[in-house]
Every structure is written in C-alpha cells, then in structure tokens.
C-alpha cells in the first residue's frame, strides 16, 4: 500500500509497490490522473478505479479509453467506493452510476 502527492511519484509506487488496485483522482500535482493510467496500464496485475470531483463525460470517457476499470464520482458513499475497489480487485469494472447511458452506449459500440 502507498499514497502517492504527485503524478511522478503515483508512477513510481505503481511499479514499485505491487498492488491490486491504484484509487487514482483526475486532479493531481505535476499532471493529472489521465497521464499515471497512460503510464500503468502495462502493468497487468493492476486494475485502475478513477476517483474525483469530476462528473463530466469527457472525463468518464477518457478513462475508459485509457483502460480504468471503473470511476466513481466523490459524491459517492464510503460503502460505494469499498464496493468499487473490491470488485476492481477481483477484476470487474465498475463505473459511477451517473454514468451507466454512456456506458451502456461505449459497450455497444465495442
């Protein structure tokens, strides 16, 4: 377990510090979340869950495209985000509820 203040130092732990799950926000010091997932999704033991204040589309779609297995808005209940990384660890993706149509849409397409 690690927590990371900065984009650089969220890569190191990430290929550092084996772990099942990275909770990662959008906004952070030195770049932003997008760029860390750029960065640790080669690591294929790793599931990504996108946690922020950002509820927008552009950021729910970005992630998905980047490979997150979920994200989940911080309006969201303690219980919610335990259930969002235990399914994340157990290779399930999980994405805020605010943003099932466009999931729903994204899975149709693919």
């Known amino acids: ?12 732990l990430a290929n550092d ?3 099942d799950v990275l ?7 030195g770049g ?9 999704r080669s690591i ?7 946690y922020s204040m950002h509820d927008r589309d552009h950021y729910f779609r ?5 490979g997150a297995s979920g994200y989940l808005t911080k309006q969201a209940s303690s219980e919610q985000l335990v259930n969002v990384i ?3 660890s157990r290779g399930e993706s999980h994405w805020s509820s605010s943003f099932d149509d466009l ?3 994204s899975e149709q397409r693919c």
């Open 44 to 50: 294929p033991t790793l599931a990504v869950v996108m």
């Open 62 to 66: 970005r992630a998905r495209e980047l």
């Open 86 to 88: 235990e399914a994340a």
């Open 17 to 19: 510090v084996p772990a």
């Open 1 to 12: 377990m690690g927590e990371a203040t900065s984009c650089a130092e969220a890569i190191r």
């Open 32 to 40: 932003d979340g997008f760029e860390v997932l750029r960065h640790v």
């Open 23 to 29: 909770l990662l926000d959008v906004s952070m010091p």
């Open 103 to 105: 999931r729903k849409e």
